[in-house]
């Protein structure tokens, strides 16, 4: 299943409409010297037409390249070579191996019925064993969008057959996907070590905490809205079972501790620890578990290979619209408007903030991650926001992006498992955005949640 958002979804008759208002839009500012507005105006028309995100930032870059003759045509693909030719970014299609054999493997059920035998005695059990479930998830696939493909099914069935309104767990398992990108491995914050050149180790282990953070925020919602509804008691603590899913669980547990352990032992880089979670999941599945047969293994091997051919297209894409943005000292220009109204930090990173989230609506996050890194993070860095710190908030403000429409692909993801209409979805998942976005204002404006354990660590 792809990680990204390949386009809009917009009704036909519509885009004629934009297309020709963009389009003219684009001749004026083009005619009129306006460089940057020209660019701009290009990539918000082909991205509200429907074009892919990979072919909007390549198309509106190439065009501005064209038109304003700044620079030869064969810039553009000497910078998108540069822009993926990075070992960090290694990592990422062997996370995502590494998620998508856990899922194949049926690990996941494993970690289910744990979480379940961990947290089902409580009131509402079903909604925070979503949550807990998500937490030991997002240490083997690094992706909201796998977190909802690979457990949202077992989750919402469970959840509908023990009597829990379809909108309630479809809007629980829609935000507590949500942790997976920020407690490591982490598939966003590999891409931002890479445009922020910032220790991807370090990152990893700054998520760690607003995490765990979010899935608390996220079982007090649970637990209220539990009582408001009536929801009971899944099911009574028994310890004999909780040891006896503990014990068949194990070894798939043991992976999320290869990853951060080697990390944080200095054994091995974060994409090395990225391979090694591959071999072990590899191991698991094939030797231990023996339900990874050839076939379902070359089917999981093709799903990798699309999405991360994928994901490395629009980072190849991005890399030069991101380019055009600082050879023309936008970013520059940028920061200083923004330091001009204020030099306050928190209204700085309250400013910022918002407009990640709006940005968040309207593009993926690995498109959104390397465009605005470089115009962001000058401005952050020049009111003495931590690059480390920075980080974990903009991936937590795109993570909650995928929840919000147009582009939402936790909801199309999960429309699509539970059979239910987008809308509906939407409707489900809106409560949850309260705890996510509280969770967001302390990690934004408390950096010692996210700093604490790297300076720690590392520091």
Same mark, same amino acid.
């Given at each position: 299943?792809?990680?990204?958002?390949?386009?809009?979804?917009?009704?036909?008759?519509?885009?004629?409409?934009?297309?020709?208002?963009?389009?003219?839009?684009?001749?004026?500012?083009?005619?009129?010297?306006?460089?940057?507005?020209?660019?701009?105006?290009?990539?918000?028309?082909? /991205?509200?037409?429907?074009?892919?995100?990979?072919?909007?930032?390549?198309?509106?870059? /190439?065009?501005?390249?064209?038109?304003?003759?700044?620079?030869?045509?064969?810039?553009?693909?000497?910078?998108?070579?540069?822009?993926?030719?990075?070992?960090?970014?290694?990592?990422?299609?062997?996370?995502?191996?590494?998620?998508?054999?856990?899922?194949?493997?049926?690990?996941? #059920?494993? +970690?289910?019925?744990?979480?379940?035998?961990?947290?089902?005695?409580?009131?509402? @059990?079903?909604?925070?064993?979503?949550?807990?479930?998500?937490?030991?998830?997002?240490?083997?696939?690094?992706?909201?969008?796998?977190?909802?493909?690979?457990?949202?099914?077992?989750?919402?069935?469970?959840?509908?057959?023990?009597? #829990?309104?379809?909108?309630?767990?479809?809007?629980?398992?829609?935000?507590? !996907?949500?942790?997976?990108?920020?407690?490591?491995?982490?598939?966003?914050?590999?891409?931002?070590?890479?445009?922020?050149?910032?220790?991807?180790?370090?990152?990893?282990?700054?998520?760690?905490?607003?995490?765990?953070?979010?899935?608390?925020? +996220?079982?007090?919602?649970?637990?209220?809205?539990?009582?408001?509804?009536?929801?009971?008691?899944?099911?009574?603590?028994?310890?004999?079972?909780?040891?006896?899913?503990? !014990?068949?669980?194990?070894?798939?547990?043991?992976?999320?501790?290869?990853?951060?352990?080697?990390?944080?032992?200095?054994?091995?880089?974060?994409?090395?620890?990225?391979?090694?979670?591959?071999?072990?999941?590899?191991?698991?599945?094939?030797?231990?578990?023996?339900?990874?047969?050839?076939?379902?293994?070359?089917?999981?091997?093709?799903?990798?290979?699309?999405?991360?051919?994928?994901?490395?297209?629009?980072?190849?894409?991005?890399?030069?619209? !991101?380019?055009?943005?600082?050879?023309?000292?936008?970013?520059? #220009?940028?920061?200083?408007?923004?330091?001009? #109204?204020?030099?306050?930090?928190?209204?700085?990173?309250?400013?910022?903030?918002?407009?990640? /989230?709006?940005? @968040?609506?309207?593009?993926?996050?690995?498109?959104?991650?390397?465009?605005?890194?470089?115009?962001?993070?000058?401005?952050?860095?020049?009111?003495?926001?931590?690059?480390?710190?920075?980080?974990?908030?903009?991936?937590?403000?795109?993570?909650?992006?995928?929840?919000?429409?147009?582009?939402?692909?936790?909801?199309?993801?999960?429309?699509?498992?539970?059979?239910?209409?987008?809308?509906?979805?939407?409707?489900?998942?809106?409560?949850?955005?309260?705890?996510?976005?509280?969770?967001?204002? +302390?990690?934004?404006?408390?950096?010692?949640?996210?700093?604490?354990?790297?300076?720690?660590?590392?520091?």
């Amino acid at each position: 299943m792809s990680a990204v958002s390949p386009s809009f979804r917009r009704p036909q008759a519509v885009a004629p409409i934009i297309l020709a208002t963009g389009t003219a839009l684009c001749v004026w500012l083009a005619w009129s010297g306006q460089d940057m507005g020209f660019l701009f105006a290009c990539l918000f028309t082909m /991205l509200l037409t429907g074009i892919p995100v990979a072919v909007a930032l390549g198309g509106s870059s /190439l065009l501005f390249v064209y038109i304003t003759g700044q620079v030869p045509d064969f810039v553009v693909a000497h910078r998108m070579i540069n822009g993926v030719d990075s070992f960090p970014l290694l990592a990422i299609p062997f996370f995502i191996l590494a998620g998508a054999l856990m899922n194949g493997a049926g690990i996941t #059920y494993r +970690l289910f019925n744990f979480a379940n035998a961990l947290m089902g005695w409580m009131r509402g @059990g079903l909604g925070h064993v979503n949550i807990g479930a998500s937490i030991i998830f997002s240490g083997m696939s690094g992706a909201a969008v796998a977190d909802a493909g690979g457990l949202g099914m077992i989750e919402i069935k469970a959840m509908r057959e023990r009597g #829990y309104d379809s909108d309630f767990a479809i809007g629980i398992t829609a935000a507590s !996907s949500t942790i997976g990108p920020i407690i490591p491995p982490s598939l966003p914050m590999v891409i931002y070590g890479v445009m922020a050149s910032a220790s991807i180790g370090q990152l990893f282990i700054a998520g760690l905490i607003p995490g765990l953070l979010m899935a608390a925020t +996220l079982m007090i919602m649970v637990a209220w809205i539990a009582r408001r509804r009536g929801y009971p008691r899944d099911t009574q603590f028994a310890l004999g079972r909780l040891g006896s899913t503990f !014990s068949r669980a194990f070894l798939s547990l043991l992976t999320p501790l290869i990853i951060i352990g080697g990390i944080i032992s200095g054994a091995f880089t974060p994409t090395e620890a990225a391979i090694a979670a591959v071999v072990y999941a590899l191991f698991l599945g094939s030797v231990i578990y023996r339900t990874l047969p050839p076939r379902r293994l070359l089917r999981i091997s093709m799903e990798t290979i699309e999405t991360t051919a994928i994901i490395l297209l629009v980072v190849a894409s991005a890399s030069i619209f !991101s380019w055009i943005l600082i050879s023309n000292q936008f970013t520059d #220009y940028f920061a200083t408007i923004l330091t001009s #109204y204020t030099d306050n930090q928190a209204v700085i990173l309250l400013l910022m903030t918002l407009i990640m /989230l709006v940005v @968040g609506c309207f593009m993926e996050t690995v498109a959104a991650i390397t465009i605005l890194v470089p115009v962001l993070l000058p401005v952050a860095t020049q009111v003495g926001v931590d690059p480390v710190h920075f980080g974990v908030i903009m991936v937590l403000n795109l993570m909650i992006g995928l929840l919000t429409p147009p582009v939402g692909m936790v909801l199309y993801v999960l429309s699509r498992v539970s059979d239910v209409s987008f809308e509906q979805c939407m409707r489900g998942t809106l409560p949850f955005l309260v705890p996510l976005l509280i969770s967001l204002l +302390l990690i934004t404006f408390i950096p010692e949640i996210s700093m604490w354990l790297p300076s720690l660590l590392y520091r």
